[in-house]
């Protein structure tokens, strides 16, 4: 059985120890994942090699992870700049147009190499803590990007309930409450997803927006008026979904939106995977 799937199956029975554990209190779940660190060796979350105890990844490919996060990235769409193209807030070469409702994006960087492996394993091997330390590192992105910003509540880009039960597994939910309390932040859920659309990534990027028009609605709107509000996701790849959501937010009276997500799909992968 390949490496990478012996650690999927061994992440899944962490998490289920830790499921358990946490049903027992917090003490309970921390001391379950030390004695799963005991019994399983730790195998890097990327190459699969061997590393640390208790670590997910080893230290070349935390080497390759922090070049990729510091890649210099457009604040209106997210998309990597060239290391001489100034970030400016009027957008990039790349920005959709017209500019999404979301006013700035801060991401950690391209949804591409040891990155992009990582959120795969996080969605589909269930790397729990390999997801929390992406989300602490999102939260230092924001509070290092933004150190001037007033924000009033953090808020996931809500998937319609038919794919949490499809898919098992929220990252933006889990990723928008680890940010929450990093930066002592309400966690809101009044953004809902009101119809179950196809997924983005299948469809050519001219049925993008049309596709997730009206996707979205807001319960609650006295906590929505005037907030300025960080909408969290896992991926974005052409920004539809999180412009649309954040039309939805400012419709329903939020001040402004930002957007945080791990990764942004560069354009040319993005019309690569719609066919364009
Ligand atoms: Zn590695
Ligand atoms: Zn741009």
Same mark, same amino acid.
């Given at each position: 059985m390949p490496l990478l799937h012996q650690q999927g199956e061994a992440a899944i029975r962490v998490s289920a120890i830790a499921s358990a554990a946490r049903a027992a209190g917090r003490i309970g779940r921390t001391c379950a994942l030390h004695v799963v660190d005991l019994l399983l060796p730790s195998v890097c979350a990327i190459c699969e090699s061997r590393c640390e105890a208790?670590? %997910?990844?080893c230290p070349e490919c935390w080497t390759r992870l922090l070049g990729e996060v510091s890649k210099p990235w457009c604040p209106r769409c997210g998309s990597t700049l060239g290391e001489m193209v100034p970030a400016r807030?009027? !957008? @990039?070469?790349? @920005?959709? %147009?017209?500019?999404? @409702?979301?006013e700035q994006v801060v991401r950690l960087?391209?949804? $591409? !190499?040891p990155l992009g492996a990582l959120i795969r394993a996080c969605k589909f091997y269930r790397q729990e803590r390999m997801l929390d330390r992406l989300a602490a590192m999102l939260t230092e992105a924001i509070a290092a990007r933004l150190p001037n910003e007033f924000f009033d509540l953090i808020m996931p880009a809500p998937m319609h309930w038919r794919r949490r039960l499809s898919r098992g597994e929220d990252l933006a939910r889990r990723l928008s409450a680890s940010i929450a309390a990093g930066l002592k932040l309400p966690l809101g859920h009044e953004l809902v997803r009101i119809r179950h659309t196809a %997924? %983005? $990534?299948?469809?050519p990027r001219t049925r993008r927006l049309t596709n997730v028009k009206g996707a979205f609605a807001v319960r609650g709107k006295s906590t929505i008026a005037g907030a300025s509000i960080v909408l969290v996701d896992d991926v974005t790849t052409t920004g539809a979904t999180a412009d649309e959501a954040s039309r939805t937010l400012l419709k329903a009276g939020a001040s402004k939106v930002t957007l945080a997500v791990l990764a942004k799909v560069d354009p040319a992968r993005a019309y690569a995977s719609s066919g364009i």
């Amino acid at each position: 059985m390949p490496l990478l799937h012996q650690q999927g199956e061994a992440a899944i029975r962490v998490s289920a120890i830790a499921s358990a554990a946490r049903a027992a209190g917090r003490i309970g779940r921390t001391c379950a994942l030390h004695v799963v660190d005991l019994l399983l060796p730790s195998v890097c979350a990327i190459c699969e090699s061997r590393c640390e105890a208790g670590d %997910q990844l080893c230290p070349e490919c935390w080497t390759r992870l922090l070049g990729e996060v510091s890649k210099p990235w457009c604040p209106r769409c997210g998309s990597t700049l060239g290391e001489m193209v100034p970030a400016r807030m009027d !957008g @990039c070469v790349s @920005c959709p %147009q017209p500019l999404p @409702c979301f006013e700035q994006v801060v991401r950690l960087g391209p949804y $591409a !190499g040891p990155l992009g492996a990582l959120i795969r394993a996080c969605k589909f091997y269930r790397q729990e803590r390999m997801l929390d330390r992406l989300a602490a590192m999102l939260t230092e992105a924001i509070a290092a990007r933004l150190p001037n910003e007033f924000f009033d509540l953090i808020m996931p880009a809500p998937m319609h309930w038919r794919r949490r039960l499809s898919r098992g597994e929220d990252l933006a939910r889990r990723l928008s409450a680890s940010i929450a309390a990093g930066l002592k932040l309400p966690l809101g859920h009044e953004l809902v997803r009101i119809r179950h659309t196809a %997924q %983005q $990534a299948r469809l050519p990027r001219t049925r993008r927006l049309t596709n997730v028009k009206g996707a979205f609605a807001v319960r609650g709107k006295s906590t929505i008026a005037g907030a300025s509000i960080v909408l969290v996701d896992d991926v974005t790849t052409t920004g539809a979904t999180a412009d649309e959501a954040s039309r939805t937010l400012l419709k329903a009276g939020a001040s402004k939106v930002t957007l945080a997500v791990l990764a942004k799909v560069d354009p040319a992968r993005a019309y690569a995977s719609s066919g364009i």
